[in-house]
Nanobody
Framework: QVQLVESGGGLVQAGGSLRLSCAAS????????MAWYRQAPGKQRELVAG???????NYADSVKGRFTISRDNANNTVYLQMSSLKPEDTAVYYC??????????WGQGTQVTVSS
């Protein structure tokens, strides 16, 4: 099993920046991909950004050019650097991982609130 713990959420003004962190523990050798999802009130959870074990990244169109996902394999941590934040980025952000044997694990989520 893999345990994920997010940190770094908070309240920020529009145009500001935040960096989210997700620390993985447990069966970290089994981690294949890591990703950030978000869920706003009344909306479905959506993929924000993902990164493979080789560092290949993908982003939702809505965050391209503003968010950057990165991975520190030595410390088993994935980051989401968020810049030029907009009120519509307000959501609970979840860290997620898929293992090589196709199991999915989720963190508990961290709230990001962007004020206008």
């Amino acid at each position: 099993q893999v345990q994920l713990v997010e940190s770094g959420g908070g309240l920020v003004q529009a145009g500001g920046s935040l960096r989210l962190s997700c620390a993985a523990s447990g069966s970290i050798f089994s981690i294949k991909t890591m990703a950030w999802y978000r869920q706003a009130p009344g909306k479905q959870r959506e993929l924000v950004a993902g990164i493979t074990s080789r560092g290949t990244t993908n982003y939702a169109d809505s965050v391209k050019g503003r968010f950057t996902i990165s991975r520190d394999n030595a410390n088993n941590t994935v980051y989401l650097q968020m810049s030029s934040l907009k009120p519509e980025d307000t959501a609970v952000y979840y860290c997620q991982t898929t293992t090589w044997d196709s199991n999915d694990y989720w963190g508990q989520g961290t709230q990001v609130t962007v004020s206008s």
